[in-house]
């Protein structure tokens, strides 16, 4: 028999805790895909959105937040994934984009305010200046548009050698 919740951490602390399935160095929270918790009468509806509508981690991440928030208590947890707005990577935050470059990924660049409606398919080559996220040389170049996941490129410094990933701008 379960009593109620003893005081901790709100179910949005819990939440934002959550580690990123694909880039364990971010919480859901750093990448932006945690987008709204709400507690009501003893219930949590987390909404998240994944980078992309194919996102492999999806499920993982509903997962993830169902096991952490039933570990702080929170019994009647519902996760919902909303596609709307699309997920950019300016949503990830400061402290996200440091985290990348502190763990040799390179982060994304802001790319600001897009129009509304489809989004516009681009055929041009990859941005040229990834600066290293270890050395901090502009020399890298690109040595596949896909790296572990869909959302990483694979890239080396032509200045250090080393080769690191980097987080697409999308």
Do not use: N
């Not at 959105?49 to 991440?61: H, K, L, R």
């Not at 984009?97 to 990859?126: D, F, M, N, Q, Y």
């Not at 290293?132 to 200045?159: D, H, I, M, V």
């Amino acid at each position: 028999m379960s009593g109620p919740r003893q005081p901790g951490p709100t179910a949005l602390e819990v939440a934002s805790a959550v580690l990123d399935p694909e880039l364990p160095v971010l919480t859901l929270a750093d990448l932006g895909v945690l987008r709204e918790v709400v507690e009501r009468d003893g219930r949590v509806l987390v909404t998240i959105t994944p980078t992309y509508s194919g996102c492999p981690a999806v499920d993982e991440m509903g997962a993830d937040l169902r096991r952490g928030l039933a570990a702080a208590g929170f019994a009647d947890v519902e996760v919902r994934t909303s596609l709307h707005p699309a997920w950019t990577t300016d949503w990830i935050t400061e402290d996200g984009l440091r985290k990348l470059r502190e763990a040799g990924i390179a982060p994304p660049s802001r790319i600001g305010p897009r129009p509304v409606g489809p989004v516009p398919l681009t055929l041009v080559p990859p941005p040229g200046r990834v600066p290293c996220p270890r050395c901090g040389s502009a020399r890298t170049e690109e040595l596949s548009r896909f790296g572990a996941t869909a959302c990483k490129a694979l890239r080396r410094c032509l200045a250090c050698a080393e080769p690191f990933e980097h987080v697409k701008e999308i």
